[in-house]
């Protein structure tokens, strides 16, 4: 059995497993309908979590007030559901892609899983009606945290997240590119 921080499928809250490993992990499934349906439950889902977790929180919280700062309050609460190690900076192992030995550094959300997290969302909340200008997963803020999250994970985990071949997604109905730079 391999136990590397890298498999993480048996989350039960659906983060990180199924269609976010599936993107980072690349696989040599491209674009088959399977993995679109697989992608648009997994969307499903994630929207369905995130709107208990608007109903959840202290103090309640509307969709239509929900800022980008919201966004990485629930980002920042996913941690605690993590498999990924992330090595903090004084550890002997910062920087080791694989560990010889455990260690107690905290269990993160893996930036790939995020970062795909983040894009079903932003496609789920404009299906739900939202607006794109106003949506919170679009924010500047949220890229901001994306991006200093994949450093320093890249950096602590001794692995690079290099840019993949571009899939083409020429099934879904809707353009949604995650990395849109045009509301800022
Ligand atoms: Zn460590």
Redesign the pocket.
């Known amino acids: 059995m391999d136990s590397s921080s890298n498999s993480e499928c048996n989350n039960s809250m659906g983060y990180s497993s199924g269609a976010a490993v599936a993107a980072a992990g690349s696989s040599s499934s491209s674009s088959s309908p399977a993995a679109s349906s697989r992608y648009e439950n997994q969307k499903r889902r994630d929207w369905n979590t995130f709107r208990q977790y608007l109903r959840n929180h202290r103090p309640p919280l509307e969709l239509s007030r929900c800022s980008g700062a919201h966004v990485l309050e629930f980002l920042r609460y996913l941690d605690q559901f993590g498999k990924t ?1 992330v ?2 900076a004084v ?1 002997p ?1 910062y920087g080791h892609p694989n ?1 010889p030995a455990p ?1 107690p ?1 905290p269990l993160k959300q893996a930036w790939g899983s995020l970062d795909a997290l983040i894009g079903r969302l932003r496609a789920a909340f404009e299906e739900d009606g939202g607006r794109s200008e106003t949506n919170p997963f679009g924010a500047r803020a949220v890229r901001l945290y994306l991006r200093e999250v994949r450093d320093s994970q890249s950096k602590a985990r001794g692995v690079s997240y290099e840019k993949k071949k571009k899939k083409k997604r020429r099934n879904l109905p809707r353009p949604q590119s995650p990395q849109q730079q045009r509301n800022t």
């Open positions: 190690k090595h903090v550890c192992f560990p260690c550094c």
